[in-house]
């Protein structure tokens, strides 16, 4: 079982920046890829960023150069660095990770873009 506590969402205007933290119960070393997901209001939740084990990176198109994503074993912790936020980046966001053949997910933060 592991439990991810999101931090570091609240609201911002254009062009500003924010950055998401996700707590893990467990050690990181044992997380094979961890990742941030977001939900738009009425719409499907969508993949934002993954890192992996090997420290490999992915982000979403819409993010690319603007989202960075990283992490800190001692403190068990991902980070989410948003930077140039636009209103469609609106959402919540929600930590992901897959341990031990388990797919895990926090209980989301809410990042609102003002224009």
């Known amino acids: 079982q592991v439990r991810l506590v999101e931090s570091g969402g609240g609201l911002v205007q254009s062009g500003g920046s924010l950055r998401l933290s996700c707590v893990a119960s467990?050690?990181?070393?044992?997380?094979?890829?961890m990742g941030w997901y977001r939900q738009a209001p009425g719409k499907q939740r969508d993949f934002v960023a993954h890192?992996?084990?090997?420290?490999?990176?992915d982000y979403a198109d819409s993010v690319k150069g603007r989202f960075t994503i990283s992490r800190d074993f001692a403190k068990r912790t991902m980070f989410l660095q948003m930077n140039s936020l636009d209103p469609d980046d609106t959402g919540v966001y929600y930590c992901h990770v897959k341990y031990s053949s388990y797919e895990y997910w926090g209980q989301g933060t809410q990042v609102t873009v003002s224009s």
């Open positions: 890192i992996t084990d090997s420290d490999g990176t």
């Open positions: 467990v050690s990181l070393f044992g997380i094979h890829a």
